[in-house]
Structure formats: C-alpha cells, structure tokens
C-alpha cells in the first residue's frame, strides 16, 4: 500500500517522541487546573417566561408525586422573581433620575428665561 503524506489515519505506530508528549501533555492537564475558570451561563429567556416555566415545571413535579424536584423547580422560580423585581426596580430609579434632570433643566432653563425677559424689557 502507497503511504499518503496527510493521511494520519494510515499509520499504524507514532514514534516514542510522540506518545510520551502526549502523555504529558494529558497528566499537566488533569493535574493543575489553576487555569479553570466557570463560564457565565446566560439564560437567553425573560425572567418573566422562566418564572411561568419553573412554576409549571414544579406544579407538574408536584402532582406526579415528586416533592422535592418541585421544590427544587419553585426555588429557580423563587431566584427568577427576585431577579425581575430588582431588575424592574432598577428601572423605576433610572426613570425617576431622568424625570429629577429634566426637571432640573427645565427649572433653570426657565429662569434663564424670565431674566432674559427682564433685560429685554429694562
């Protein structure tokens, strides 16, 4: 048989070279996780719709029978509010902060016009 130059899956050994790299390639990995770190895991619903979904879930979990996955699924719906109620509140400052400069603004941008008239009229 004709040995090809990119076929790899032909070879039938490695040199030793290859194996022992490897193989401690495979230990460093296993061995040291200082570079481990958890990715943040997004949840691409609204907490509104999840809050339905795990109250769902749980009222279905309960009435087959099974208390504890239902109170596992009622905590998740639990955690789902929270996070919509301080979600919501945050909203609610930003709007009353824009609402306190606008009217800020306005209060001085009306003064500004009241001694303009004032000049204008002296």
Same mark, same amino acid.
């Given at each position: 048989?004709?040995?090809?130059?990119?076929?790899?899956?032909?070879q039938k050994?490695?040199?030793?070279?290859?194996?022992?790299?490897?193989?401690?390639?495979?230990?460093?990995?296993?061995?040291?996780?200082? @570079?481990?770190?958890? $990715?943040? +895991?997004?949840? @691409?619903?609204?907490?509104?719709?999840?809050? %339905?979904?795990? @109250?769902?879930?749980?009222?279905?979990?309960?009435?087959?029978?099974? $208390?504890?996955?239902?109170?596992?699924?009622?905590q998740?719906?639990? +955690?789902?509010?929270?996070?919509?109620? %301080?979600?919501? $509140?945050? +909203?609610?400052q930003?709007?009353?902060?824009?609402?306190?400069?606008?009217?800020?603004?306005?209060?001085?941008?009306?003064?500004e016009?009241? %001694?303009? $008239?004032?000049?204008?009229?002296?």
């Amino acid at each position: 048989m004709r040995p090809y130059k990119n076929n790899h899956k032909r070879q039938k050994f490695r040199t030793n070279g290859d194996r022992s790299l490897n193989r401690n390639l495979d230990n460093q990995s296993i061995i040291s996780n200082t @570079n481990f770190q958890r $990715k943040p +895991h997004r949840n @691409n619903q609204s907490a509104s719709r999840l809050i %339905e979904k795990y @109250n769902n879930l749980a009222r279905e979990a309960f009435s087959s029978g099974d $208390k504890i996955l239902s109170e596992n699924y009622y905590q998740f719906s639990d +955690h789902y509010l929270r996070v919509l109620n %301080e979600k919501e $509140k945050n +909203h609610n400052q930003v709007i009353s902060d824009r609402d306190r400069q606008s009217n800020g603004k306005s209060d001085s941008s009306k003064n500004e016009k009241i %001694e303009e $008239k004032k000049i204008a009229s002296s």
